[in-house]
């Protein structure tokens, strides 16, 4: 696991984010650290998959889990019937470096089970999605009719500087998309965390290319709450409640899941009709899941995870 990586309580929707200083050790994530209600724990040592595994059932949620096989399998044997896999090119998961073989990839998709490609970190390498580098595995993609999940946006405060240096806000740009969607126009998007906080190019985008959506993922709760609510208002606004889906970026809090989804419920610029959307219908749509499955619906929607590190994220 990266040494950044955040292990203690976290109180989400930070009020703002801390400058750091080059001379001094500087805080890899910059949330501004204070009382609040609530605040969110880790599980017990060994008890995480078990806990959000619980979690997922009481809130009646189905997740896409992101990572390698071997870690996916581990959430699907939790939650039997409750997760969506996901893999990726990346084998690295966000962390810059290797390319799964082209043989295997397939294998997973075809023979392997494996249903959305993903987590796509291209950003944390410095790289657009439409570079000619990449762009064998978004052809399989397409030819497969898989749809696929790009890190677009939100990285962490300080992340190009304290801890990935290779991260560019830069590569988040939603429409680095363009062309990488002209060359495939069947290929089904996901352009994760919304593209935060490039929300005007993020609706052009979207208003260009009628078959990509986006999930609120870590923007639901890494930012200001007044923030988040004005970025996904924005996305409903511009008339594109049907294409923003729910998503938590887990990491290593079990409550975060609900706390994410009271977000959305509580906010009272969505109708309900809207709310349903976003928490269920629009990625059932997405994802083409089973008509009967859709009709007797999860309460809460589909949450999009990360087993990248065996911990769900998204």
Not at 228 to 235: D, H
Not at 255 to 263: E, F, K, N, Q, T
Request: hydrophobic residues 40%.
């Amino acid at each position: 696991m990266d040494e950044s990586f955040p292990t203690g309580p976290m109180c989400p929707n930070t009020p703002g984010f801390i400058a750091s200083d080059p001379m001094t050790k500087e805080a890899p994530w910059g949330w501004v650290q204070e009382q609040c209600t609530p605040k969110l724990y880790p599980s017990a040592k060994g008890q995480y998959i078990k806990d959000v595994a619980a979690e997922m059932e009481r809130l009646n949620v189905t997740a896409v889990v992101f990572g390698d096989p071997k870690g996916v399998q581990k959430w699907k044997d939790a939650m039997p019937g409750g997760v969506i896999p996901g893999t990726s090119f990346t084998a690295g998961g966000m962390t810059p470096g290797g390319r799964v073989p082209m043989d295997e990839l397939r294998k997973d998709f075809t023979d392997g089970g494996f249903k959305v490609m993903g987590e796509i970190g291209l950003q944390y390498e410095g790289i657009s999605p439409s570079d000619p580098s990449v762009d064998q595995y978004f052809a399989l993609a397409e030819e497969l009719d898989v749809p696929v999940a790009i890190h677009m946006g939100t990285g962490g405060s300080g992340r190009a500087n304290v801890t990935s240096p290779k991260f560019r806000g830069s590569m988040g740009n939603p429409l680095l998309l363009e062309d990488l969607l002209a060359k495939h126009p069947k290929l089904r998007v996901q352009v994760m965390h919304a593209g935060y906080p490039m929300i005007d190019n993020m609706l052009t985008l979207l208003q260009a290319n009628s078959h990509v959506y986006v999930d609120v993922a870590g923007l639901i709760w890494s930012y200001p709450i007044l923030e988040v609510n004005r970025y996904i208002q924005r996305l409903v606004d511009a008339g594109f409640e049907d294409r923003v889906m729910f998503g938590t970026d887990q990491l290593i809090w079990p409550g975060l899941m609900a706390y994410s989804i009271s977000v959305i419920q509580n906010a009272d610029y969505l109708t309900a009709e809207q709310k349903r959307d976003i928490l269920y219908n629009n990625a059932a749509r997405f994802l083409r899941l089973d008509p009967a499955a859709a009709t007797a619906g999860a309460a809460t929607g589909v949450a999009a995870a990360d087993s990248t590190t065996n911990q769900p994220k998204k």
